[in-house]
């Protein structure tokens, strides 16, 4: 497991201690990481919504809503526990172990999210933030990646109106190729202005990927009218 240095070592030994083992072990002085989940999980959305809400400005709040769902869901956390190795760190009943616990999504998003708990109580909000930031960062690529893929038109057309109050337009360039597989080559334009070009097997394909490219641009300050 990667190094974490807490001033109170048993905060980090209950955040790695699921309720199985406390169940298998009566005499176990300390409790089990639900309370300490429960915390890192608020941790967790306000860090995340920070940081958005600054590195977002134009962004809609329906649009940072998503973004940080998608970024504190529990496939992302389980995959911040796995680089982590907490899956080996955790005590957990027998029963578990032999389960398959360790690598559970659930089991591995609960337990990050009670070691951001731990980290909080032991020493305070930047220090969970600077713990969960750049692993945050890391994942906002990817999600971002997966939101492009999946609609670019809606996630730049949302920020055109909130930016300019303007909606974009798509036009048709070109169409090319024989005539049982053609390609199509789409622009798209805001205020009479081409932001981005696109080519797909469909127009919508082509339109979709027009905005795509187009709000590349936008995040990286490229469109301004």
């Not at 911040?80 to 578990?96: F, M, N, P, V």
């Not at 690598?103 to 980290?119: I, K, Q, S, Y």
């Not at 057309?157 to 300019?164: A, G, H, L, N, P």
């Not at 081409?194 to 082509?206: D, E, F, I």
Request: hydrophobic share 45%; net charge negative; glycine share 6%.
């Amino acid at each position: 497991m990667v190094d974490l240095t807490f001033n109170d070592p048993t905060l980090l030994k209950q955040a790695l201690t699921h309720r199985s083992y406390t169940a298998e072990h009566p005499e176990e002085p300390l409790p089990d990481n639900e309370r300490l989940e429960f915390l890192g999980d608020a941790v967790l959305n306000f860090v995340s919504a920070q940081m958005l809400y600054r590195r977002f400005p134009e962004m809609t709040e329906g649009d940072l809503t998503r973004m940080r769902a998608a970024l504190v869901k529990a496939e992302s956390l389980a995959a911040l526990a796995a680089e982590l190795k907490l899956g080996g760190a955790l005590r957990i009943s027998k029963g578990e172990d032999r389960k398959g616990g360790r690598n559970r999504a659930t089991m591995l998003c609960d337990a990050f999210e009670a070691v951001v708990g731990a980290l909080y109580l032991d020493q305070g909000i930047e220090a969970a933030a600077a713990f969960v930031l750049p692993r945050l960062d890391r994942l906002l690529e990817t999600v971002m990646a997966d939101a492009l893929d999946k609609d670019a038109r809606s996630i730049l057309q949302d920020w055109c109106q909130s930016t300019f109050n303007l909606t974009p337009e798509y036009r048709m360039v070109e169409m090319s190729g024989p005539e049982h597989a053609p390609l199509f080559t789409y622009e798209v334009l805001i205020a009479d202005q081409v932001v981005g070009l696109g080519v797909g097997k469909s127009k919508q394909a082509a339109a979709q990927d027009a905005a795509r490219v187009a709000w590349i641009a936008a995040r990286e300050g490229h469109i301004t009218l």
